[in-house]
């Protein structure tokens, strides 16, 4: 089993699925959002209107249509309020769901961006502890899962760095 931390842009991943930071509508957005959209075509906005939006701390999956990834796993992340709105519960949920979708579709890898740290102005390095940490008690639980690789993509080197101390530090 292997955690990596890698600096790319999530939508050139070859990987089973990429987790998305979507909003409630699933309709589309900015950031890494838009960027998959582009990425995978049209098809997955009409996918997505098919699933009639999605609650904070949730996810649901659609395929990849042209993206090299098979599915993209669309998580909605908190809005960073102040840290007493559940953000960091609400965060964990998207990690852990996400790796449900994973297991329960049989993928051998996974990426994550840093969900919620973008215009949702979730701190990074609270945001990474939490992913890391999910993602290593999730696996833990389920030791029979066909997950051979999680990737924490990166988006700049700030985020690498963090990410990578986080997984030296295990
Ligand atoms: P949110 O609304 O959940 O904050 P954003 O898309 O604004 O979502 O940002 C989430 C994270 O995704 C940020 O850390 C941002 O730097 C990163 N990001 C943006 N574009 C990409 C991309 N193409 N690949 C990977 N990460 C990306």
């Not at 991943?13 to 959209?37: F, P």
């Not at 042209?66 to 953000?87: C, I, M, N, Y």
């Not at 993602?135 to 899962?145: D, Q, S, W």
Request: glycine share 8%; with cysteine; hydrophobic share 45%.
């Amino acid at each position: 089993m292997r955690l990596e931390a890698l600096l790319a842009d999530i939508t050139t991943l070859e990987v089973d699925a990429i987790v998305n930071a979507a909003n409630t509508s699933l309709l589309g957005g900015g950031g890494v959002d838009g960027a998959i959209h582009r990425a995978a075509g049209p098809k997955l906005l009409e996918a997505c209107r098919k699933l009639h939006g999605c609650p904070t701390g949730q996810v649901k999956a659609t395929p990849g249509f042209r993206l090299p990834a098979k599915f993209v796993f669309h998580a909605v992340g908190p809005v960073w309020s102040d840290g007493t709105q559940d953000e960091d519960v609400l965060l964990a949920s998207c990690y852990r769901r996400s790796l449900k979708l994973a297991f329960e579709h049989e993928c051998a890898s996974i990426a994550f961006p840093a969900i919620s740290t973008g215009v949702y102005h979730f701190p990074l390095e609270r945001a990474a502890n939490i992913a890391v940490r999910t993602v290593r008690e999730a696996l833990a639980a389920t030791p029979a899962a066909s997950l051979e690789k999680v990737v924490f993509c990166c988006f700049n080197t700030q985020a690498e760095t963090i990410y990578q101390a986080l997984l030296n530090s295990l």
